[in-house]
């Protein structure tokens, strides 16, 4: 009977092997692959390798915009909590649930507390769970120096069952944390007194801050992947619902039944995700120890109410944030804290370097147009967390198939070198915004494995070298920029002195402002076809734009943020009418269509009654030009003879050159909203519809809009038949080449040379309209004044001052356009002596052969 029993027994301790036996082959063998890429995975550790953005650099060689390395101090609370006495103090009595304070009064009290913690026995540990006793076991041995193969024996032969506490039964324990704590006492002290003033005493309070925006992070994420599960969305799906106003309360409503709460759907909606809503902004408002309460009450309460949701959430996301999150400390730190922690890292647990770039711009010329980077909105981390999400469902799986791997290595690559991260900056406006995939580059990596395979030597595994961006190189010469820049304020100061001298009789506006000029100023070279000059006043420091944009945003008048030059985002009494100077391409339509029309004589008596509903339309000079001829017109700058051209050929004329010739349309500048609005033409059908739109579009009025650089385009058209390129981006510099500006109108040289000999004369014919600026003759200036009338709120503005043109007359080299906004001013008053002041200063660059010495008054 025993022999049977022995025998029964025999058979099923040989079942039992043979079971183990296989279970360890299935383990060992067939699993084992896997099994060593989850142990790897849990000991796996990244660096980010930044690359550098493509510099923006001038014509002239200056740089607008480039990289800098430098080094920031991080910091990683898990490597904190685990190395240093105060946070190996908190986390420990976190785990044993006693109500732990911040981990600066942890320091502070850290005697007291680790007497405390040396008087526990081993049945307290028993009492905690599985994890949580491992953990504490941990915290304890690091904290009290048990940490050899043979201490650690010790450690739990104590927890096996002793009747001594763990000081008694390790007797050197507290000298050992004693000593601990005054070293890493000493360490705080010695980098604080580096990190400079703010930071004295100050260092673990940041630390205490830092670990509760993690927490708060860790309790909001747990709270809204538990939500995703409740309704059965992606994380992702859920993120979007909830930047939506109205599906977030729906999705807020359902979570509000579902987890059984109280109170109101927009209160969980902001704990769950803050936008900007009342809600939310009463959330903010707290101080940060009680956002974490409410949101550590919620998680509580969710907790009991859906255990399914929220079973293995809250743990995960501690150990993602707490590993992967990595907090920034100060920027720009010191060589002697990079050389310190360089060489005594271990000493500074959870603090490290990390070497950036930073994006630096070394000249104040033109920021509406180089533009600047930012962090990214959540919204341009759209992609960035959908792929993030499906890499962490693919990185959990215990066995991946083909596809699943092939799809887990595409996603990791991609998001850890190209996809826009929520820390990297891009570009938000100017060039930077507009050349973002050129100037940005790829980032590098480098994965290694902790402590190697043999627990010492860290174990490269994966690495992928960065790749910088492509420069960008503009058309703009900043020496052309510095001197129109000089030109303008120096014209500005000096108007009423030149008015008294000049124009006795013309009334200055009280609204001039010396001080705060309003001007665009564009110049093109036309043997290049370039674009060297955009300049605009008010000038705007990069101090202002990071310090007061906000304040710049709502100015309703002299904001610095438009680019005058490209004339874009007005407000009324800014609207770009072109005035007098659209005359010329009227003109210029007029003899295509009929060339007997230049000997066209037209009677001005000042007023001209437009309709038989009797409205007046006015001349310039009170008491009429009489008997005018196009040449007189043009010098003189008549409305009345062009409201009656523009009656008699009809709009068909004007409207079919100023469309063929980019009016209406984009230029084709590479930073498109600098200019949104400022080009714009009537359509075809109202001034077909309504003769006084069209004999007020022929004077630059109501029916057209431009901008200086858009104008500068009209007067290289006239000067060569061809239409210049708007772009400052040089072809083959790391971006696309100009836009084609198409097909345009020829115009003859028999018209050509009509129009130019007027044109000429505005400048160097006694009555000119520009006659008083006093031009060398060298200089051969081909140019138009104008005048434009504006009104905001149905009251009228003082008026726009310009002047376009080009020069020189014989062979021409550049064409120009200046605005001067609400002056109150004709165009040869003010904006025709800007042009003066400039070419004085840079004609020497721009064309040495026509240097002539003049005075400027």
């Known amino acids: 009977m025993n022999n049977k029993r022995l025998g029964h027994l025999a058979i099923g301790f040989v079942f039992l092997v043979c079971v183990m036996v296989a279970r360890l082959f299935q383990l060992q063998v067939i699993e084992g692959d896997e099994w060593q890429r989850q142990a790897r995975s849990s000991r796996l550790d990244k660096d980010t390798i930044p690359f550098k953005?493509?510099?923006?650099?001038?014509?002239?060689?200056?740089?607008?915009?480039?990289?800098?390395s430098a080094y920031d101090l991080y910091f990683r609370y898990r490597?904190?909590?685990?190395?240093?006495?105060?946070?190996?103090?908190?986390?420990?009595?976190?785990?044993?649930?006693?109500?732990?304070?911040?981990?600066?009064?942890?320091?502070?009290?850290?005697q007291v507390w680790a007497r405390q913690l040396l008087q526990l026995e081993p049945p307290r540990l028993a009492d905690l769970s599985g994890q949580?006793?491992?953990?504490?076991?941990?915290?304890?041995?690091?904290?009290?120096?048990?940490?050899?193969?043979?201490?650690?024996?010790?450690?739990?032969?104590?927890?096996?069952?002793?009747?001594?506490?763990?000081?008694?039964?390790?007797?050197?324990?507290?000298?050992?944390?004693?000593?601990?704590?005054?070293?890493?006492?000493?360490?705080?002290?010695?980098?604080?007194?580096?990190?400079?003033?703010?930071?004295?005493?100050?260092?673990?309070?940041?630390?205490?801050?830092?670990?509760?925006?993690?927490?708060?992070?860790?309790?909001?994420?747990?709270?809204?992947?538990?939500?995703?599960?409740?309704?059965?969305?992606?994380?992702?799906?859920?993120?979007?619902?909830?930047?939506?106003?109205?599906?977030?309360?729906?999705?807020?409503?359902?979570?509000?039944?579902?987890?059984?709460?109280?109170?109101?759907?927009?209160y969980l909606a902001a704990m769950l995700s803050p936008i900007d809503d009342n809600a939310s902004?009463?959330?903010?408002?707290?101080?940060?120890?009680?956002?974490?309460?409410?949101?550590?009450?919620?998680?509580?309460?969710?907790?009991?109410?859906?255990?399914?949701?929220?079973?293995?959430?809250?743990?995960?996301?501690?150990?993602?944030?707490?590993?992967?999150?990595?907090?920034?400390?100060?920027?720009?730190?010191?060589?002697?804290?990079?050389?310190?922690?360089?060489?005594?890292g271990d000493d500074y647990p959870g603090l490290y370097l990390q070497k950036i770039t930073r994006r630096n711009y070394p000249t104040e010329l033109s920021p509406q147009i180089v533009g600047m980077v930012r962090l990214p909105h959540e919204r341009d981390l759209f992609e960035y967390r959908v792929l993030n999400d499906r890499f962490r469902q693919l990185r959990k799986l215990f066995y991946r198939n083909v596809e699943d791997e092939a799809e887990y290595r595409q996603l990791r690559h991609r998001l850890w070198s190209?996809?826009?991260?929520?820390?990297?900056?891009?570009?938000?406006?100017?060039?930077?915004?507009?050349f973002e995939q050129v100037l940005r580059g790829v980032r590098g990596y480098l994965q290694v494995l902790e402590g190697?395979?043999?627990?010492?030597?860290?174990?490269?595994?994966?690495?992928?070298?960065?790749?910088?961006?492509?420069?960008?190189?503009?058309?703009?010469?900043?020496?052309?920029?510095?001197?129109?820049?000089?030109?303008?304020?120096?014209?500005?100061?000096?108007?009423?002195?030149?008015?008294r001298e000049y124009f006795p009789s013309a009334d200055l506006s009280s609204?001039?402002?010396?001080?705060?000029?309003?001007?665009?100023?564009?110049?093109?070279?036309?043997?290049?076809?370039?674009?060297?000059?955009?300049?605009?006043?008010?000038?705007?420091?990069?101090?202002?734009?990071?310090?007061?944009?906000?304040?710049?945003?709502?100015?309703?008048?002299?904001?610095?943020?438009?680019?005058?030059?490209?004339?874009?985002?007005?407000?009324?009494?800014?609207?770009?009418?072109?005035?007098?100077?659209?005359k010329p391409l009227v003109a210029a339509a007029a003899l295509m269509f009929d060339s007997s029309l230049w000997n066209k004589v037209y009677r001005c008596e000042g007023v001209f009654k437009a309709n038989d509903n009797g409205v007046n339309l006015h001349c310039d000079s009170r008491y009429g030009h009489q008997a005018i001829t196009m040449r007189d017109a043009l010098k003189k700058s008549c409305n009345i003879y062009f409201y009656k051209l523009a009656r008699d050929i009809g709009p068909q004329p004007i409207y079919s050159l100023a469309s063929s010739l980019g009016f209406g349309e984009p230029t084709g500048f590479e930073v498109a909203y600098l200019e949104k609005g400022a080009n714009y033409l009537v359509d075809l059908e109202t001034l077909n519809n309504n003769s006084l739109r069209l004999m007020r579009t022929a004077i630059g009025q109501v029916g057209v809009h431009a901008s200086p650089l858009q104008m500068a385009r009209l007067y290289g058209w006239l000067a060569t038949s061809t239409l210049p390129s708007a772009s400052i981006v040089l072809e083959g510099a790391g971006a696309s080449p100009a836009l084609d500006s198409g097909?345009?109108?020829?115009?003859?040289?028999?018209?050509?040379?009509?129009?130019?000999?007027?044109?000429?004369?505005?400048?160097?014919?006694?009555?000119?309209?520009?006659?008083?600026?006093?031009?060398?003759?060298?200089?051969?200036?081909?140019?138009?004044?104008?005048?434009?009338?504006?009104?905001?709120?149905?009251k009228l503005q003082p008026t726009h001052a310009w002047f376009t043109g080009y020069f020189p007359a014989d062979n021409p080299r550049y064409s120009f356009a200046i605005m001067c906004e609400n002056t109150g001013l004709h165009g040869g008053q003010i904006a025709s002596f800007i042009l003066k002041e400039f070419l004085q200063r840079a004609m020497p660059q721009l064309a040495p052969e026509l240097v002539v010495q003049s005075n400027v008054r």
């Open 418 to 434: 190209a996809t826009l991260r929520p820390d990297e900056t891009r570009g938000i406006s100017g060039v930077e915004n507009s």
């Open 132 to 266: 949580a006793r491992n953990d504490l076991n941990y915290y304890l041995r690091g904290m009290f120096g048990i940490v050899s193969s043979e201490q650690r024996e010790d450690y739990f032969d104590w927890l096996d069952g002793s009747d001594l506490n763990l000081g008694e039964y390790f007797p050197q324990a507290e000298s050992y944390f004693l000593q601990q704590l005054k070293f890493y006492q000493v360490r705080i002290t010695a980098l604080e007194t580096m990190l400079g003033s703010g930071w004295h005493q100050h260092m673990l309070l940041k630390i205490e801050t830092r670990r509760q925006q993690l927490q708060l992070m860790v309790l909001q994420r747990a709270l809204q992947d538990t939500a995703a599960r409740s309704l059965q969305y992606s994380p992702s799906e859920l993120r979007g619902k909830l930047r939506d106003k109205e599906s977030r309360l729906n999705a807020a409503h359902l979570l509000h039944q579902h987890w059984q709460l109280d109170g109101r759907a927009e």
């Open 743 to 794: 097909e345009v109108p020829v115009l003859s040289n028999n018209y050509r040379t009509k129009i130019v000999d007027a044109l000429s004369a505005v400048n160097y014919e006694l009555g000119g309209t520009a006659y008083k600026t006093q031009f060398p003759s060298q200089w051969q200036i081909v140019g138009k004044t104008g005048t434009s009338q504006v009104s905001s709120g149905g």
């Open 511 to 582: 609204k001039f402002d010396a001080l705060q000029p309003k001007v665009g100023f564009a110049l093109i070279d036309l043997k290049s076809d370039q674009v060297p000059m955009l300049a605009t006043a008010p000038h705007l420091a990069r101090q202002q734009l990071r310090q007061d944009y906000q304040q710049l945003v709502a100015l309703k008048d002299a904001s610095p943020l438009r680019h005058r030059a490209l004339a874009g985002n007005y407000w009324p009494q800014e609207t770009p009418y072109p005035g007098s100077t659209f």
């Open 79 to 110: 490597d904190f909590r685990r190395n240093h006495p105060a946070g190996q103090i908190h986390a420990a009595l976190v785990l044993l649930s006693v109500d732990a304070p911040g981990v600066e009064q942890c320091m502070v009290d850290a």
């Open 53 to 68: 953005r493509g510099r923006i650099t001038s014509a002239d060689g200056k740089i607008f915009a480039e990289d800098d």
């Open 281 to 344: 902004e009463q959330l903010r408002q707290q101080e940060l120890s009680q956002q974490v309460e409410l949101l550590s009450s919620l998680w509580q309460q969710v907790e009991l109410a859906a255990p399914q949701d929220t079973a293995g959430i809250l743990r995960d996301q501690q150990y993602r944030v707490h590993r992967f999150r990595v907090i920034g400390f100060s920027k720009d730190v010191d060589y002697q804290i990079v050389d310190l922690l360089a060489q005594q």
């Open 452 to 499: 190697g395979e043999d627990g010492k030597v860290p174990l490269e595994l994966l690495y992928s070298s960065p790749l910088n961006g492509n420069d960008v190189v503009l058309s703009l010469d900043t020496k052309l920029i510095e001197q129109a820049e000089q030109s303008i304020a120096k014209v500005y100061r000096n108007t009423r002195q030149r008015m």
